[in-house]
């Protein structure tokens, strides 16, 4: 066989484009890699790349600077913690109700708060909701009580915790604002 004298093309592996399966092609999106063909690619300053890659690369709203992280977890957390307060002070059937709208009303105040949205925030939007659905309820009674009134049995406290309309509210706001923060 002669020499070809492409290096950087294994001939054993053909790949076809994401978008287009009956397509081969040699290239591969810069950022996900995923295979795409000569239609698909998009010429950008750091390579080529598929079509939701570039996208999401021109828009400032996908790209956090260092300062956003911690700022999208206190805003985050702040309104988790009240929102996880208020789902534990009726029946559950309060909770299912108020949940998906606090999701909501999470994810955009996260929104305001530094105009982001993609994977990291949601991320860090939903833990916040976890923690707020948890610690919520107990903020709540410690203010209520003028103190630090944990329950002086470890056991009640864990049972405190995770109480139904805490894991309900949790699961159904974490999906309501995961969706809005796409
Ligand atoms: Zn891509
Ligand atoms: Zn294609």
Redo the contacts with the bound molecule.
Sequence with gaps: MAGSGTDTIDPQEIIY????PR?E?LIRCSRCLDP??????IRTPVGLRCPTCARRGRSPLYVLAPQDYPIIAIVALAVSLVAGALATQAGLFFTVFLSIPAGGIIAEAVLRARRKRGRPVQIITGVCIALGALAGPVVLRMVASGGLALPANALVLVASLLNLNSILFAVLAIGAAVARLR
């Design positions: 484009c994401v978008n287009h397509t092609t795409i063909c000569t239609k698909c690619a």
